[in-house]
């Protein structure tokens, strides 16, 4: 890869990046900027990361293009911009649809099993996923905030449980052959008395960010100046307007 190339990536792909560099000839980008997966949780502040991290690598003037291992992500996306670097996004509604190598093969898999809820070794390493450590975490949390009344904890775990109600299968999917993380997810979906599902992925679409071709079906590629917006399709596009 380029030396004038970088990279902002969520911390969740961390695994697969390490197995797509170990297995291959491609050379990792000299110059990344993992970012915490918690940003998620809230769009407006994982944008602030997200162009925090940008201004600092166009700092440094080798820099002339920026790849970002996002997908839309709740619209955390909208509005990035740079001021010198070229910026290039997949067009993809968040990480687990960029592990399934494209759009078209996510929404089949959404579209026959809709009560899912996927794991992949990003999420599952943070341990933010439905099983019983997510319900531990909750149950410690409350009982420190309570710890006079378990009955209001009680109800706080059973109110965070509520969340998953919709979905009724944990399906995981990998590309790096984890088969701890699939066993965790194995575990998680009888403790919550889920299906469970174990896919493949499919590495094409990190590898086609890595290395190209960027064709506008996959990706939004941005001059230096122009901004991100939602397409009318539903995902990432560029404004064609100038930001400077």
């Given at each position: 890869m380029s030396p004038s190339t970088a990279l902002v990536a969520c911390d969740v792909f961390q695994a697969e990046f390490a197995a797509l560099f170990a297995g291959s000839p491609?050379?990792?980008?000299?110059?990344?900027?993992?970012?915490?997966?918690?940003?998620?949780?809230?769009?407006?502040?994982?944008?602030?990361?997200?162009?925090?991290?940008?201004?600092?690598l166009e700092a440094d003037p080798v820099v002339t293009s920026i790849l970002l291992a996002y997908g839309l992500c709740g619209n955390g996306l909208i509005g990035i911009r740079s001021q010198r670097c070229r910026l290039v996004l997949p067009r993809a509604h968040d990480c687990i649809s960029i592990l399934f190598g494209d759009r078209p093969a996510y929404e089949r898999y959404l579209a026959a099993n809709p009560g899912v809820y996927f794991y992949s070794p990003g999420w599952i390493r943070g341990r933010r996923v439905p099983g019983p450590d997510r319900e531990a975490k909750v149950r410690a949390h409350y009982a420190e905030r309570y710890p006079d009344d378990p009955d209001v904890v009680e109800d706080m775990v059973a109110a965070d449980r509520e969340t998953y109600v919709h979905h009724g299968c944990a399906t995981y999917i990998d590309i790096t052959g984890d088969r701890a993380g699939e066993a965790y997810c194995r575990d998680c979906a009888k403790h919550l008395s889920w299906r469970f599902e174990s896919i493949r992925g499919d590495d094409r679409w990190l590898r086609a960010l890595l290395t190209g071709p960027w064709d506008s079906e996959r990706f939004v590629v941005l001059a230096p100046g122009m901004a991100t917006q939602l397409g009318p399709d539903g995902m990432l596009a560029t404004s064609g307007i100038s930001m400077t």
């Open positions: 491609m050379i990792p980008p000299p110059r990344v900027a993992w970012l915490e997966m918690g940003l998620h949780d809230h769009p407006e502040k994982m944008r602030f990361a997200i162009q925090g991290a940008i201004d600092r």
